[in-house]
């Protein structure tokens, strides 16, 4: 039995039915470094898909790894209740680099706990119980996350709760004015909502519609939550994807490349409404010792390699060359995205899903990870390491052409 088959079999047996994997022949990831990956049997594939936008600073980063090491040597952990330094330095660096006012963060463990926390701050400062989020959105697992989720596949929950309601996408021409209808009641706490919609499709929104959203949000005191824990951190070619459009929100919520493979989130918000949380409110893992100083580790790595400014300009080359091929294979509908977070939305009708099933497993075979989004399954998304070099990139489309040609 190989190690496919082995893991396989342990999943089978002592997972939770829900985990999922792409793939049918899953390959077995044992090690990575910079913009590739290695299986269990030394295959190398290059990362498309940075698990889910997280390795913004390349995998294995030894810029990252040698400070945690001296972390970890020195104090593992010691909980918020008490008084470290890495999470202090944290703070004050986010507190530089988030948009405008937004110089207070609250540390947790996840995205789903940030967007959790995000959601109850709201009706701290408000006094309101109402939620609207967008449909196509997803915004995490825990309960009020689920709820707030707009894509079936992510709303498990049995027992939906009422005070969440969700209006059209983006892209739809009843967003803004059923958003507003819903605002007039004047019952509703926080809008939450991804500046780029990652697992909805990479659904970058329409000119104006956010500055729209934060004028709605203003008009009616109703406070506007930017989820952006997968555009946060140069995904999109900017610290923050919200100051594309100029736009400050109430809070925002982060996570995923923070801590470039640790586990570490936040929500970030300012001086009058964080003081509007006074009980107490600690974290266990929240502004862990060894996350922070791998968050201080990235910001730097982000800010000596100029992170932003690649992923502005390798998304623009990516898109560019994803267009060409669009125009010599039918089957890509869309090409879309900010920085490097791309987006090619295939059309096969009924089999769209199938036939972006099959080019993943293609390219797998072929050495490539490529992620998978959209409400039908059947958006490539495209989420490689800002580290990656052009000509890797050029290489994978030139694969990516070859294997739509023979799989369309």
């Not at 030894?62 to 008084?83: G, K």
């Not at 892209?171 to 958003?179: A, E, Q, V, W």
């Not at 925002?252 to 970030?268: C, D, E, H, M, R």
């Not at 390699?305 to 089957?331: F, K, P, T």
């Amino acid at each position: 039995m190989g190690p496919t088959e082995r893991a396989l079999a342990t999943k089978r047996d002592f997972l939770v039915p829900c985990v999922y994997h792409f793939y049918q022949r899953p390959p077995v990831l044992v090690r990575g470094a910079g913009a590739f990956l290695f299986d269990a049997d030394g295959k190398r594939y290059l990362d498309c898909f940075a698990g889910v936008t997280v390795m913004n600073a390349g995998h294995s980063n030894p810029a990252i790894i040698e400070p945690v090491v001296e972390q970890l040597r020195a104090l593992v952990h010691a909980t918020s209740v008490y008084l470290t330094e890495p999470v202090l330095e944290l703070a004050w660096a986010i507190a530089e680099l988030a948009p405008p006012g937004l110089r207070r963060s609250f540390f947790c463990a996840s995205g789903s706990e940030a967007n959790e926390g995000a959601i109850m701050l709201a009706a701290l400062a408000t006094g309101r119980k109402e939620y609207v989020s967008l449909d196509g959105a997803l915004h995490g697992r825990t309960k009020a996350a689920i709820n707030a989720n707009g894509l079936e596949m992510w709303r498990t929950d049995p027992f939906p709760l009422a005070d969440f309601h969700r209006v059209p996408g983006p892209r739809h021409p009843d967003s803004l004015p059923g958003l507003e209808r819903l605002l007039r009641r004047e019952t509703v706490a926080a809008v939450l909502a991804e500046p780029v919609q990652g697992n909805g499709g990479i659904v970058v929104p329409p000119d104006g519609y956010w500055s729209e959203l934060r004028r709605l949000c203003t008009k009616y005191g109703t406070l506007l939550i930017a989820d952006e824990i997968q555009t946060a951190w140069n995904r999109t070619g900017r610290w923050f994807a919200t100051t594309h459009w100029n736009v400050v929100p109430d809070i925002v919520t982060v996570a995923k490349a923070l801590g470039n493979g640790f586990p570490i989130a936040a929500y970030l918000t300012t001086d009058t409404i964080a003081a509007k949380y006074t009980r107490p409110g600690a974290a266990t893992f929240g502004g862990n010792l060894v996350s922070c100083r791998a968050a201080l580790a990235t910001l730097r790595f982000h800010q000596e390699h100029r992170l932003g400014e690649r992923s502005a300009r390798l998304g623009e080359h990516l898109r560019a060359r994803l267009r060409a091929v669009q125009h010599r294979r039918g089957v890509i509908a869309d090409v879309r995205g900010l920085g490097l977070m791309v987006a090619a939305e295939l059309d096969a009708g009924p089999n769209s899903a199938a036939l972006t099933d099959a080019v993943l497993e293609q390219m797998k075979d072929a050495g490539y990870l490529l992620g998978k989004c959209g409400p039908g399954r059947n958006v490539l998304a495209f989420l490689p390491p800002l580290v990656v070099e052009p000509n890797d990139l050029d290489r994978m489309i030139d694969d990516l052409d070859r294997t739509l040609a023979s799989v369309a």
